[in-house]
């Protein structure tokens, strides 16, 4: 496997894109200020148990006051592009009137990038739903998707003098299977209807987003993020597993690419979750708007998943003792090993005893070479639509030294090393992939984990503020400066 074996030095084709990602509720805190309300993860941290170590946003890593040194630390970084995404409970008050100081905030920003000559590149909704539209009903509920549209012009028309890249949603999956039917991310909900329903808007919502800039703004490049995976059966000679990492695939990937990039839900997911409700969700007119043309996809990717029909002999008790007492319901059956949850009925994650991240999750980095070739084969290439892996990362227990610098080269730096030689062993084989982003800028709110995981190649600390580059960051910062990935010696 050319990816994983550590050899020469890799070099990217010219004007391949450097950046890094991070998210407003995960960096920015100040969620008390500029006139913003609560979104539902505000609410959903105050839920005991919901977040470790009843972990919230109030602070986070204080973004919205620092964001000058931020961008600094970027420019030392020698980044391209920052890929960040807009608050709508700070733009757009309880999803209500559009709010100057809350707009003001983008608008420093984005002008702090520029000056230093870093790409902005904005996400419209990375999860942070304003909890008054949560309390209306949320993503299951059809309105949402025209209320998320209306949202994301009001930034639009701030920003698109200076902002030319709009990414309308960062993974869609997470945002309705892992928060309306796992239960795992806010807003908490329990309920397959709920999650299929959500799926279903989000789409819908992204749609009318990206209809509407392209119509106003014909020179933007306008895209969607997807978290996607390789499924693998357990066992390829069962046809059993075999059927099962097909639900996997189909549940989990297809679900959200074939709408959007061929114009249709495939028929075996809409069989799966016909009995939740989806035929009765579609409109007429719904599917042409979903599959409205886009510039670019963006591609999530942590890791591989192997699937079997039955659950592994094994109960992996890192996952399934879980501290915050587990949501499992008839709803939301438990999972075996290894994330996502929820599992599909017949779909079961088994581990390989592959190398592990901290967050549990296998290092595969050769599954990230199998999936860009794919998704340019089969969705994006017909279309001569660019491909950027807009997030790709990992969790490690980070051991500080005195001056608070981290070395990860053993892990953190491995992972991206590896990942990257993945990737650049999909455009050899004819992926059209045109930038990577790396996952994250900063140590920063890990959602459910609170900030107990820590993705950053910059370190955070949480009782001072300070940044300190970590070794995976001074690594990166020459990935970027020369556009080549260096050689490494075997160990
Ligand atoms: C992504 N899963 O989340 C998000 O876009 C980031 O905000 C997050 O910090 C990062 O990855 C690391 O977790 C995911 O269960 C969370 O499959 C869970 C899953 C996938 C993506």
Redesign the pocket.
């Known amino acids: 496997l050319p990816a994983t074996s550590p050899t020469g030095d890799v070099a990217f084709p010219p004007g391949f894109l450097w950046g890094t990602a991070t998210?407003a509720f995960?960096i920015e805190g100040a969620t008390r200020e500029g006139g913003r309300t609560d979104s539902i993860w505000d609410t959903f941290a105050r839920i005991p148990g919901a977040v470790t170590g009843g972990d919230d946003g109030t602070v986070a890593c204080d973004h919205y006051h620092r964001y000058r040194d931020d961008v600094a630390l970027m420019r030392s970084l020698n980044l391209g592009a920052y890929r960040f995404s807009t608050s709508w409970a700070r733009v757009r008050p309880d999803g209500g009137a559009p709010n100057p100081q809350g707009l003001a905030f983008y608008d420093r920003l984005v002008d702090e990038l520029l000056d230093v000559g870093i790409l902005p590149w904005v996400t419209l909704y990375?999860?942070d739903l304003p909890q008054a539209v949560e309390d209306a009903g949320g993503w299951p509920v059809r309105d949402t998707a025209y209320r998320f549209a209306d949202y994301a012009m009001t930034v639009h028309d701030a920003l698109h003098d200076r902002v030319r890249v709009w990414t309308t949603l960062?993974?869609p999956?997470?945002s309705s299977f892992?928060s309306y039917t796992g239960g795992e991310h806010a807003p908490g909900r329990t309920s397959r209807h709920d999650g299929v329903a959500a799926a279903h808007h989000l789409l819908l919502g992204h749609g009318l987003a990206a209809a509407a800039i392209q119509e106003v703004d014909p020179a933007a490049v306008v895209g969607l993020t997807v978290?996607l995976?390789v499924a693998d059966p357990a066992d390829p000679s069962n046809p059993d597993d075999v059927a099962a990492a097909a639900k996997h695939d189909g549940l989990f990937n297809r679900m959200f690419l074939d709408p959007v990039l061929r114009g249709d839900y495939p028929a075996d997911v809409r069989d799966w979750v016909a009995p939740y409700g989806l035929d009765d969700l579609i409109h007429d007119g719904d599917l042409a708007i979903i599959s409205t043309p886009l510039d670019a996809l963006g591609v999530?990717y942590?890791?591989g998943s192997c699937i079997a029909a039955t659950p592994p002999a094994v109960v992996d008790e890192a996952v399934t003792d879980r501290p915050d007492g587990v949501r499992d319901d008839d709803d939301a059956p438990v999972r075996a090993t290894l994330?996502?949850?929820p599992s599909p009925e017949g779909v079961h994650h088994h581990a390989r005893g592959l190398p592990r991240t901290a967050?549990g999750w296998e290092v595969q980095p050769e599954g990230l070479t199998r999936l860009l070739t794919r998704v340019h084969r089969d969705y994006t290439g017909p279309r001569g639509m660019a491909l950027y892996v807009t997030?790709n990362?990992a969790?490690y227990d980070d051991v500080p030294d005195a001056d608070g610098f981290v070395d990860d080269a053993a892990d953190r730096l491995a992972y991206l090393d590896a990942h990257l030689r993945a990737v650049k062993d999909a455009i050899d084989a004819g992926a059209d992939v045109r930038g990577y982003f790396a996952?994250?800028l900063l140590d920063?709110f890990?959602?459910a984990h609170g900030y107990s995981?820590r993705?950053g190649i910059v370190r955070t600390d949480y009782e001072t503020q300070r940044r300190t580059i970590k070794a995976s960051g001074r690594w990166y910062a020459e990935v970027a400066r020369t556009g080549v990935v260096p050689g490494r010696e075997e160990s």
């Open positions: 998210a995960q990375h999860w960062n993974e999956w997470c892992l978290n995976t999530n942590y890791n994330p996502p949850t967050m997030e990362g969790a996952w994250s920063n890990e959602w995981k993705f």
